[in-house]
């Protein structure tokens, strides 16, 4: 099975740059089978990372941000494959 991990977060002001070099820095281990880091208007931050696990299984996260560096708390998701 596949399962996806969605990870987002929303830069404080000013600070998209320094939230997505940070999140690039990120490292998991064991390493995801795919990871993909996408970016979006207003200093938000998608981290999309893929595993070939059950759905409940235990896996790596990108840890929160210092405080200073984020508007608001990360938005987490966790999907299966439909297929």
Do not use: C, I, N, S
């Amino acid at each position: 099975m596949t399962v996806a991990l969605m990870w987002e977060a929303k830069a404080a002001p000013g600070r998209g740059a320094e939230l997505l070099a940070w999140a690039r820095a990120q490292p998991l281990e064991p390493a995801p089978h795919r990871r993909e880091t996408l970016t979006a208007p207003g200093g938000r931050v998608l981290v999309m990372t893929w595993w070939d696990a059950p759905y409940d299984a235990g896996l790596p996260e990108l840890p929160e941000p210092a405080g200073e560096l984020v508007a608001r708390a990360v938005h987490r998701w966790r999907f299966e494959t439909a297929d």
